[in-house]
């Protein structure tokens, strides 16, 4: 089982830049592939992107695409999720997400697809 906590979200100008970190607690985080979901105000949640076991694929939503980048460090069991060019549709709650992989190159894209989940952090853009 693994336990995640999300940091670093806070108000930011549109065009600016955010990193969010996601530091996992338990064993053997080189198992999961994670992913980023961010839900917006009376919205559904929608995925922004996934990393597979050891960082070697990523994938991303086509609203993000371009201007976000996953990454992850095994070594300090934290993925990390870099925001650039932010817009203030960008505003929501960023929730990290993991799932045990057997695979290497596994990209979950789906919410049912993940079953461990953080608390989620606050990123809100302003125009």
């Known amino acids: 089982q693994v336990q995640l906590v999300e940091s670093g979200g806070r108000l930011v100008q549109a065009g600016g830049s955010l990193r969010l970190s996601c530091a996992a607690s338990g064993r053997a985080f080189s198992s999961y592939a994670m992913g980023w979901f961010r839900q917006a105000p009376g919205k559904e949640s929608d995925f922004v992107g996934a990393i597979s076991r050891i960082g070697s694929r990523t994938y991303y939503a086509d609203s993000v695409k371009g201007r976000f980048t996953i990454s992850r460090d095994n070594a300090k069991n934290t993925v990390y999720l870099q925001m650039n060019s932010l817009k203030p549709e960008d505003t929501a709650v960023y929730y990290c997400?993991?799932?045990?992989?057997?695979?290497?190159?596994?990209?979950?894209?789906?919410?049912?697809?993940?079953?461990?989940w953080g608390q989620g952090t606050q990123v809100t853009v302003s125009s």
């Open positions: 997400a993991a799932v045990v992989s057997d695979s290497l190159h596994y990209l979950p894209n789906g919410l049912r697809e993940y079953n461990y």
